[in-house]
């Protein structure tokens, strides 16, 4: 059972969403020869764990709303992006 979403220890999650992330790049960077289609699956982790870190870190309301679906949903992180495009000021997704 989730016990609430506290933006204290959301520096220990974004930390952990980072070292996700790094785990993935290192085994993504390592498959791209071999095994591209592996390769590629870990790298989309990255950018997965990326967005994450970021909606935690900027205290975005997806990142609460996993606590109580105790786990990140495509359209959790879709929305995500879509509200750090909104704080960066983006307006489109390619330049």
């Known amino acids: 059972m989730s016990q609430g979403f506290s933006f204290e220890r959301s520096s220990d999650e974004a930390r952990r969403h980072i070292e996700l992330a790094k785990k993935f790049l290192v085994e993504g960077e390592k498959l791209i020869s071999r095994d591209p289609v592996q390769a590629?699956?870990?790298?989309?982790?990255?950018?997965?764990?990326?967005?994450?870190?970021?909606?935690?870190?900027?205290?975005?309301?997806?990142?609460?709303?996993?606590?109580?679906?105790?786990?990140?949903?495509?359209?959790?992180?879709?929305?995500?992006?879509?509200?750090?495009?909104?704080?960066?000021?983006?307006?489109?997704?390619?330049?």
């Open 40 to 95: 590629s699956e870990k790298l989309y982790k990255v950018a997965e764990e990326t967005v994450k870190t970021i909606a935690i870190t900027l205290k975005l309301s997806e990142a609460e709303k996993t606590v109580k679906k105790e786990r990140w949903t495509t359209g959790l992180l879709e929305s995500a992006v879509i509200n750090i495009m909104r704080r960066l000021k983006l307006n489109e997704l390619y330049h």
